[in-house]
Structure formats: structure tokens, C-alpha cells
């Protein structure tokens, strides 16, 4: 029951969980309430049968995307963007390259609409750089990274804060951010004037 109402809650405020990837055009791009309403079943029925591949809906071996909103709304993220504590964070593998994975826009596009949110809402560019470099260095113990200062390790983004953001979607998850010119990791060159160099310089990272 708490799932189910937890389901119940979600699929009502956030008006709506849509399907992704499914390899059914009548399916795809369809929610899971106009799913249900179509074939008079309850949609925390439908969802669950989806999930659990027991719906006649899919084929067998298709392994369809869910899309769910934010719980509130995009103004919510930007409110939590905007307070003075908030950074950015990404629990998405950056190093999927198989398009059948049905990886979320947020690979790539985390910093960017990040960043965006805080500078279109009054943010000033040095203090949303901050808090995506050494707010976060600071707030997991990394003591040499984060700031371009003496005795810190070389990580440098090389931006053009204008143009710095995402146009990463559901169905194009692998595009790059834009307005991103350089990217030196540990002293090397990663990205040269937008283009990945091959170097990886990157290292493991102990918190202290």
C-alpha cells in the first residue's frame, strides 16, 4: 500500500510518467495516464505491469525509457538551484556511449542547466562558477582541488558564459554541452578548442 500510494501521489502531481525508446509508435511519447485511460485500467497497474514486463504493450526484449518530471515542477529546481548552499551533483554514468542504453539527458546536461538556472535568475556568473568548483571541493574534502591557486592540481574549464548550456534531450542524450571551449584536467588538455583530445588525466579521488 505505501508503494501505491507513493505511485498514486507521483502519477497525480506530476501529471505524468511517458514512455521513451519503446520501438511501438503507438506508444511512444504516450503517458502512462493516456495509456490507461485507453485501455480502462489503473495506471499504477499499468505502470507496475510495464516495469515488470508482464503488459502485452512492449515486445519482450525492449526495455522501454521512463520519463517522470520533478515532484513539483521545474520552478521547485529552480528554487533549490538558487539557494545559497545548492550545487550540482550527477548519479548518471558520464561513459555510456550504447544509444539502446536509453541514458538520461543529464549526463551531459547537468552543470549546464545548472549554471543556467542560477545566471537567468540573478545568480552572477563568479558565484555559479563557485558553486560547481570549489563549493563542492570544499564540502567533500578535496583540499587541492576546486580553485586555480598555487599548490592546486591544473583543473580548468575554459567558457563563454553565454553560450554555456545544454541542449541535451531524452532522445539525443549524447550532445555536449555548448559554449565549452577548453577543458584541462591535472595540467593536461582534455578538450581543445571543443574537441576531446584523448587525453585522460583524471584520477581517483580520496576524500580527506
Not at 500500500?1 to 502531481?13: I, R
Not at 543529464?106 to 558565484?127: A, D, I
Not at 599548490?151 to 554555456?164: C, K, L, M, N, W
Request: charged share 25%; glycine share 8%.
Amino acid at each position: 500500500p505505501k508503494v501505491g500510494d507513493f505511485y498514486d501521489k507521483y502519477l497525480s502531481e506530476s501529471g505524468y510518467i511517458w514512455l521513451i525508446n519503446t520501438g511501438n509508435d503507438e506508444v511512444e511519447g504516450k503517458t502512462i495516464n493516456e495509456l490507461a485511460d485507453a485501455l480502462h485500467v489503473d495506471p499504477i497497474d499499468l505502470f507496475f505491469d510495464i516495469v515488470l514486463k508482464r503488459d502485452s504493450l512492449l515486445a519482450d526484449d525492449v526495455d522501454p525509457g521512463l520519463v517522470a518530471p520533478f515532484l513539483g515542477g521545474e520552478d521547485n529546481i529552480i528554487k533549490a538551484s538558487n539557494h545559497p548552499m545548492a550545487m550540482p551533483c550527477l548519479d548518471i554514468p558520464t561513459d555510456v556511449t550504447d544509444p539502446d542504453v536509453a541514458p538520461w539527458p543529464q549526463m551531459y546536461g547537468t552543470f549546464p542547466k545548472f549554471y543556467r538556472n542560477l545566471v537567468t535568475h540573478g545568480t552572477e556568473v563568479e558565484e555559479a562558477v563557485r558553486r560547481m568548483t570549489s563549493l563542492p571541493a570544499q564540502r567533500l574534502g578535496l583540499p587541492d582541488r576546486g580553485r586555480i591557486e598555487r599548490g592546486y592540481r591544473a583543473d580548468v574549464t575554459i567558457f563563454d558564459p553565454s553560450e554555456y548550456r545544454t541542449e541535451a534531450d531524452y532522445y539525443n542524450p549524447f550532445v555536449p554541452a555548448r559554449g565549452v571551449h577548453y577543458v584541462i584536467v591535472n595540467g593536461e588538455v582534455a578538450l581543445s578548442a571543443g574537441n576531446p583530445t584523448g587525453n585522460k588525466a583524471g584520477k581517483v579521488l580520496l576524500r580527506t
